[in-house]
């Protein structure tokens, strides 16, 4: 039958035909869009779950078509023209009726009328972009102006101000009045209503005006604040409320239709805002006044998300139609806002409306003494808000605006040091893809696995061993014993075999004991060996004992977390006072509890940073050490780094967020992290060229890993760099104009360490794979790059010759330099491993590779936090300390002296 209806369809000129069963379901299209298949019944269908299941498009015009056949058989239904979403939101119009079998309905017969019969009445052609615009706004004004009424009228019953709120009310129902009557007769640019369709919802909503303006006088004129009453004029101001903004729906229709390049929709959307504002207050004090507070307090929060999603949607745009429930006129799309000016009003907006809902929250859990109060607060932070968006609203009536954001000197160095740090971020979402097509990842997260097995074989065996409980009742011995406190007894241990170890970090372990006649030490002496021994035979990171208390009261490693407190709950001192271990919330920390809770048990703690081992990611096994059955402590070990399973699926989707989410951020702002909007139009205009050349590489490197994938990454992912340069100039510039004295060039350059490292590794991935064009020789030109721009950092130079704003000032400052000293220990590790990478680099080699540039990353991101943080840091300074310190016995310092 489908060249019959599509032959019917050439013939007729017909947009789409369509024949619908009678559950509401598409059985057949000619064209095939969206709307195909799917189901048109307004009361939805019952799954085989007994669930009511709704179409998408059930409210559309085709639904519509649908349920009028149903109803009238035996006619012609028109559907007038409006924006249908399978159609890409175009205006659609649909012809239906029934399907009769033997006089029987057997379903329901529809066309879509071509686009060229749309009716365009010459009316809608004369009329301005302005008299549109000022059409749209001053029905808009009305809906806010009818709400700001009914508000008016329920702060003088609830006692607020009422004076004060009489007169409002008394101007609210004047304005709102003579705004309704220009809309109706036409005034200066506003026309008459341009169709009869917004003519007659005009004079609809006109009708219920003055039943609740009627109303609201005689229960003030009368005191009757009865039950009824209020009932009464709560549904005539929702329905002149549900009028009206019908009537901005039709203008925002009509507009777009005689003129489909105006911004109508975003007219109709901005213009909202403030009759939100004002209808969720009075939503909420109906609520308060106890008239259908389950159906208030819903509307409350339905015009909260409608207000936080139409300014959403304002910021980011909206494609592909909406979906969000309270989305005006779904259908339509738009473009989102690129202004730094609009940008920074809106920024002020949501943040005072953010505390308008919280002020508006109180009133609503207030009580009756302090319910006027709450009220107060709520009207004199709504008036901030509606100030707020005024700046706003006119750029988006106007499309345009002037603005001098002033950003500090601190606002300018978060943007550098955020953006600054994409290039990283894009050559790592091109690493994990790489490793996920190659099957790496695959192959190292099985070796993980396998791993684990062996080591939870290993701590059983350890904890098996009689010699373990002689081991730890000797150290526990040793420990009470050895000061009469647990903090001396910190104090002392980490001083003993940390701070006066004359080992080098990372090879603490290699003491035996430490000197003095306290019994800890000869059982150090004893045991340490022997742990020690086994540590480098099971391959562990460390060996822990801990007691039931929660205390580490050994440790072979002896990192930071040495002769801590791990217990959830704390422990109590000498005062009574409870103290908490600072490593408590740990890996570590969670795998005591656990064992205490499950001391029969190999407990898994999984990777997770962990503070004692400067960060890195750290997973620990637990178990209860056993004497005649009785649990007398813990036993845990630390599992090697190189058995840690690389997911570079998750490391992928993360990497791909996180690259959305920080250039959303700096779009929009976040003032919570010290993050505003960007601070001129050639900031704004180059974040945006970045977001959306990002934006095309974004479904890519979330589809498919393959090689053709992989290739579209690589080549698409050079324009998004080359893009994230030329930001990173704007901003050095506009950072250096602001302020000469920020070192933007710095930051600039040590984030590119970054990236270089990254992009270093990939490159040792991609050589490995038949028809790459990577070679040693860029590779080693990469590392040069490295080592050149490291020399840089720390004695200064000037990235391009006779501009001032790029010199990099040499690093001077202690902490800068160890931090610099860091990232040269993990670079001579990690160069040894890439001079090595050929195109038959082994697994384990790039298994190093990986891990090496994970290792200097890290590295290289503490020396740009601390570029990247000056102004927003305190400064070090030389700080001398005269303070009284014993010069015999114990001290047992607080945490700041230690």
Known sequence: YHPIYRDILYARN???????????NCIYSVYKELDYATNFAASGTVDE??????????????????????????????????????????????????IRKNGELVGVFATQLPPDAKPICSVLNTISAQSWSDAIAEVDHQRMLVQKTARMYLQVIKGVDVQASRTAFVLAVGDATASLRKTLKGHDSIPAPPTQTIGNVLLQGWKQWEHLEAEMRLSLDSNDYSFETLTKIMTFNQAVDTYLNSAIEQYVISATAAQPDLPSVIWGVSQRQTSLLERMFVEVLFLRMGIAVETNKAGFEQSVAAFELSHSELLGGRRNSSQAVGSFLPDLDFPGTSNACALDAMLDVIGKFSMMKTSLQEVMASNATSEQAAIRRADQVSATVVNAMKPALSFYETGSGSCTPTRSTAMWEAAIDGL????????????????????????????????????KGYIRTEASDFQLVDAFLAFKSGWDSFRPTDAQRLLSLQVAYITLNKHPAGSKDQLDYAPGSEEYHAVHKKYHPIYRDILYARNYYDIFMLDLNGNCIYSVYKELDYATNFAASGTVDENGVIQYGEWKDSGLGEAFEAAVRNPDEINVIDWKPYGPSNGALASFLSTG????????????????PDSKPINSSLVLEHTIQTIRDR????????????????????VADSLFDVSKLWAKVEPIAKGPQNLQSLAAIMSQSASVRASIHALEDVLVDGAWKADPSLQGSKIVLASRQLALL???CRDSVLMTKNGSDVTTEGIAASMSNFEANHKILLEGGSVRRLAAKTDVAATEDPHALDLMHAVEDQWSALKAHLEKVTPQAT???????????????????????????????????????????????????????R
């Open 14 to 24: 017909y947009y789409d035909i369509f024949m619908l069963d009678l559950n509401g």
């Open 49 to 98: 779950n007994g669930v009511i299941q709704y179409g998408e498009w059930k409210d559309s015009g085709l639904g519509e078509a649908y349920e009028a056949a149903r109803t009238n058989p035996d006619r012609i239904t028109v559907i007038d023209w409006k924006p249908y979403g399978p159609s890409a939101g175009a205006l659609a119009s649909f012809l239906s009726t029934g």
């Open 420 to 455: 600054s740090r994409l290039p990283y971020l894009v050559s790592k979402v091109e690493t994990e893809f790489a490793l996920v097509e190659s099957s790496l990842s695959e192959g190292w997260m099985k070796k993980a696995a396998i791993d684990l097995g062996h080591h």
């Open 625 to 640: 050490i056993k004497q005649y059955g009785k649990l007398i402590g813990v036993f845990c070990t630390q599992m090697p």
């Open 663 to 682: 250039i959303d951020v700096f779009k929009y702002g976040k003032p919570s992290e010290g993050i505003y909007p960007p601070a001129t139009q050639a």
């Open 758 to 760: 990254q992009s270093m």
């Open 843 to 897: 697994e384990a080699l790039l298994r190093f590779v990986e891990e090496g540039t994970a290792s200097a990353a890290e590295s290289m991101e503490a020396v740009i936090t601390f570029f990247g943080t000056t102004t927003r840091t305190t400064t070090m300074l030389s700080l001398e300390i005269l303070a009284p310190i014993p010069l015999t016995g114990d001290w047992p310092a607080g945490q700041t002296m």
